[in-house]
């Protein structure tokens, strides 16, 4: 069973109050969920693997640690998944990015699928899906499903609001991937956002309505 975890770090929580606040513009509410994904990257990066190596440093040869294992692919649900991007790859440079994109209607909540762009081999990467909003859970469902079918084994998903009937939908159809989120709130309310949430994450990263 994969497991659901809140990080719950000073910093990340005091940077989730700045981007909640509705005065909170652009381009702060942009920095401040770069600066949270980073933040997170910490923490779920927790077991990867490491590798002794032999190396020289200006004084000595000794055996140090480094990375070992599976590579990593980070993957945004288009479009605001995109602004956690960065952040991750500051702490994973070498990661891959890969894409899902996907739209909700606005009728029914249910979400479709459009573009899908990943690199090869994903049976032999881990898969980093990242949303800021798991809201009702469709997008992710669909996005783990999406990965599953190319191959990929490996798959952790990253928001920075949950609600619980989105934590729920997202376990009880994929109970073998790990979620971790920056906040657990409270409920959906009859639109499907998230209650307190932080509006529409998409909108407030690029300024659109």
């Not at 994969?2 to 909170?24: A, N, S, W």
């Not at 020289?56 to 288009?78: D, H, S």
């Not at 949303?131 to 999406?146: C, I, K, N, R």
Request: proline share 5%.
């Amino acid at each position: 069973m994969g497991k659901f975890e809140v990080l719950d770090h000073p910093l990340i929580q005091h940077k989730m109050t700045i981007i909640r606040d509705k005065k909170c513009g652009t381009r702060e509410f942009r920095q401040c969920v770069d600066e949270i994904a980073g933040l997170m990257a910490y923490e779920v990066s927790r077991d990867m693997s490491l590798e002794e190596v032999e190396i020289e440093t200006p004084l000595v040869k000794g055996k140090f640690k480094r990375l070992a294992g599976k590579k990593v692919v980070i993957v945004p649900i288009l479009r605001a998944g995109l602004g956690m991007v960065d952040g991750m790859l500051d702490m994973i440079p070498a990661a891959k990015v890969g894409h899902i994109g996907m739209y909700r209607d606005e009728e029914t909540l249910q979400p479709h699928e459009y573009f899908v762009k990943m690199p090869a081999d994903l049976q032999e990467r881990e898969m980093i899906i990242v949303d800021p909003m798991l809201a009702t859970g469709g997008s992710a469902v669909m996005a783990v499903d999406a990965l599953k079918k190319r191959g990929a084994r490996a798959i952790k998903f990253v928001c920075l609001v949950a609600a619980p009937e989105g934590v729920k939908a997202l376990r009880e159809a994929h109970p073998d991937i790990d979620i971790y989120a920056a906040a657990l709130d409270d409920h959906l309310n009859e639109h499907g956002y998230i209650i307190p949430g932080l509006g529409d994450a998409g909108d407030r990263l690029f300024g659109t309505k």
